[in-house]
């Protein structure tokens, strides 16, 4: 059964930081497209970052220069270094798997298949 464990979320001050860390279950995370999305309220779920199996990073606008997505193949966990925190970045953030397949890119937020139950982050001023 492939579960994604978010931790790591809480209430940090602006200009703060914080690391994520999903555990990932039941599937090798190096060979997936691995990926953090957020959202708040009212709003479509967003990418805030991505790493594909051959280590290729992408990044949301709003997050780069301040998020760093890092993979640990030992430990089968994606984590999500985030400092220069804002109140704009408060949301619930989902750890997500996208399987590689021929006919599918996982470059959209509806080709991942497996989702995390998220962890809230509240960034106060």
């Known amino acids: 059964q492939v579960q994604l464990v978010e931790s790591g979320g809480g209430l940090v001050k602006v200009g703060g930081s914080l690391r994520l860390s999903c555990t990932v279950h039941?599937?090798?995370?190096?060979?997936?497209?691995m990926g953090w999305y957020r959202q708040v309220p009212g709003k479509p779920r967003e990418l805030v970052a991505s790493i594909s199996r051959d280590s290729t990073y992408t990044y949301g606008d709003s997050v780069k220069g301040r998020f760093t997505i890092y993979r640990d193949s030992v430990r089968n966990t994606v984590s999500l270094q985030m400092n220069s925190l804002k109140p704009e970045d408060t949301a619930v953030y989902y750890c997500a798997a996208c399987r590689y397949s021929p006919t599918t890119s996982c470059d959209t937020r509806d080709a991942y298949n497996y989702w995390g139950r998220g962890t809230q982050v509240t960034v106060s001023s």
């Open positions: 039941g599937i090798v995370a190096r060979t997936y497209h």
